[in-house]
């Protein structure tokens, strides 16, 4: 974005070793990373909303292994071991959420209780049978379900059959940011809120932000914009796209579901909160177009889907109160896997984002893996920012 001789609010200069700026789940882990790995280093945070006003606090709360398709299936994009290498880094970014920062799972509406991917048709759930067996086989532990188990653990009707991810979880995003935040600023990280980055510019060896509130000196940036990248540099334009996603939320009901489920090769979604409410979540597939983009707006046709998901799928929630409709902008890679990295024409701004719908699977361990980089550790291929 350029800024304007109006907006050029130079008056107040602020200085720093490294800033982030985006105040999601990406940014805050990378706040705790750097005050644990790096703790000489005088850290900022800057944020355009408040914490969480990006897609972090507008998302589901699945912490899920894996990437955006069945196994099966990245198993025949990438071969056994990569797609292993994928799984397991989602699965070491739970861990490393349990280690350093769950240490009271219930604060933050922690539940390790598996997730589920449903199919509505025979292929979908051949697809899934064939993904049990390789995950099985690499080690990875899953069960199966058949269409009277869905109805019985999920109270879900319309499904031919299901697999269970056994070490899937799911927690309240905003508790999530909130203890992260808690943790980073004990430790001397700044933030700012309503303050929005117009520009990055070189001075020197030196980077400057500037934003809303003036300017920030430092050595070194790192973005966190997920979505909104492309905003800010040109460089991530056709690599993070902005996607919409949609969710509704139905009023509560006694627990009847097992676990947070998928369903549509990984498309729509459901799970119930520990508080008895019902999200329901997906369908952007139905209007493509109109769900890339920055606006934030909720989508009609959509949330009608989201509604006739509920009728053809959900008997327990039949004449149930919908209390809120939101939606988020997500930013998708076009393989899927985040982007983690410098940029081609300035090695002094770090960026971590592109999760496609996954962030609180990956950007943990995502943001270990950057700060890792910085401090010398080399980032694998299927991560790199370089890698298209
Ligand atoms: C409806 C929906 C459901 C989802 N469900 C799940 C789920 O169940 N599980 C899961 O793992 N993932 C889910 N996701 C995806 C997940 O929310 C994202 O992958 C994750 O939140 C990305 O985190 P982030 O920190 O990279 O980006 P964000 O949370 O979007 O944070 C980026 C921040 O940067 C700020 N920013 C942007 N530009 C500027 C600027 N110029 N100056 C200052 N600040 C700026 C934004 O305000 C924003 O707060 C869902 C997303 C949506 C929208």
Redo the contacts with the bound molecule.
């Keep these: 974005m350029s800024v304007s001789y109006w907006l050029d609010k130079t008056d107040g200069t602020a200085e720093y070793d490294i800033v982030i ?7 805050h882990s990378l706040c705790y990373w750097f005050q644990k790995i790096m703790p000489k280093m005088k850290v900022a945070l ?4 408040e914490l ?13 292994c894996g990437s955006v398709e069945h196994f099966n299936r990245l198993v025949g994009t990438h071969g056994e071991k990569l797609a292993l290498e994928m799984w397991q880094f989602s699965e070491e970014n739970l861990k490393l959420l349990k280690e350093e920062v769950i240490k009271d799972p219930s604060s933050l509406s922690f539940e390790e209780k598996g997730s589920f991917s449903l199919a509505s048709t025979d292929n979908e759930f051949i697809e899934l049978k064939k993904s049990a067996d390789l995950m099985r086989r690499l080690g990875i532990e899953v069960d199966m379900l058949e269409e009277k188990d869905i109805q019985n653990r999920l109270g879900a009707i319309g499904f031919v059959g299901g697999i269970k991810y056994v070490k899937d979880a799911s927690i309240h995003p905003i508790k999530l940011l909130e203890e992260l935040y808690r943790i980073s600023s004990r430790k001397g990280v700044d933030f700012f809120s309503q ?3 117009f520009s990055m510019e070189k001075s020197g060896d030196k980077r400057i932000l500037k ?1 809303n509130k003036g300017s920030f000196l430092c050595d070194a940036i790192v973005m ?5 990248s492309s ?2 540099h040109p460089f991530f334009k056709g690599k993070i796209e902005p996607t ?4 509704l939320a139905v009023e509560p009901v006694d627990i009847f579901m097992e676990g947070p489920c998928y369903a549509n090769f990984v498309l729509d ?1 459901f799970r119930q909160l520990p508080t008895g409410e019902l999200l329901i ?1 997906g369908f952007r597939q139905l209007d493509k177009e109109k769900e890339q983009g920055f606006s934030d707006e909720t989508n009609p046709t959509i949330q009608k889907a989201l509604e006739r998901f509920i009728e053809d799928h959900l008997p327990k929630l039949k004449d149930k109160r919908i209390t809120h409709r939101w ?5 998708f890679s076009q393989d899927g896997q985040p982007f983690i990295g410098s940029l081609p024409d300035d090695p002094q701004v770090y960026f971590l ?1 592109g ?1 496609t ?5 990956l ?1 943990f361990h995502g943001a270990k893996t950057l700060v890792d980089a910085m401090a010398g550790k080399e980032i694998p291929h299927w991560l790199s920012g370089r890698r298209v």
Excluded: D, P, W
Aim: aromatic fraction near 8%.
């Design positions: 700026i985006g105040g999601g789940i990406a940014g800057v944020e355009k909303g969480g006003s990006g897609a972090t606090g507008r998302n589901a709360g699945f912490v899920t303050t929005e980055v934003t966190a914009t997920n979505g909104y905003l800010i919409r996603g949609q969710i979604y979540g939606s988020g902008i997500m930013g984002g999760f719908a996954h962030g609180l699977g950007a």
